[in-house]
């Protein structure tokens, strides 16, 4: 089993930067693929971006490519979400996510984090 914990959201304006870390507990850190989804309000929750086990592959959603980059560190149990060019459209809550498979579907990942909110203003 393994616990997340994101941080680093907060409140930015447009074109601005923000960078998303998740600490993840536990020894089994490198087994999981990891992901970042995000849910603005009255929303379903959607795919952001995704990390292989080893970070050599990586997978994002056509709206954030190119703005979004999505990375990890084994040896500190924590995987990044660096943001920027943001937009107001990318306000939401942000969870981090392990699971077995690299994939962009919720159903893929078996533990979340609490999430944190992103706003960015116009």
């Known amino acids: 089993q393994v616990q997340l914990v994101e941080s680093g959201g907060g409140l930015v304006q447009a074109g601005g930067s923000l960078r998303l870390s998740c600490a993840a507990s536990?020894?089994?850190?490198?087994?999981?693929?990891m992901a970042w989804f995000r849910q603005a309000a009255g929303k379903e929750r959607e795919f952001v971006a995704a990390i292989s086990r080893s970070g050599s592959s990586t997978y994002s959603t056509e709206s954030v490519k190119g703005r979004f980059t999505i990375s990890r560190d084994n040896a500190r149990n924590t995987v990044y979400l660096q943001m920027n060019s943001l937009n107001p459209e990318d306000t939401a809550i942000y969870y981090c996510a392990a699971g077995s498979s690299l994939y962009y579907t919720r159903s893929s990942y078996n533990y979340w984090g609490q999430g944190t909110q992103v706003t960015v203003s116009s």
């Open positions: 536990g020894r089994t850190f490198s087994s999981y693929a």
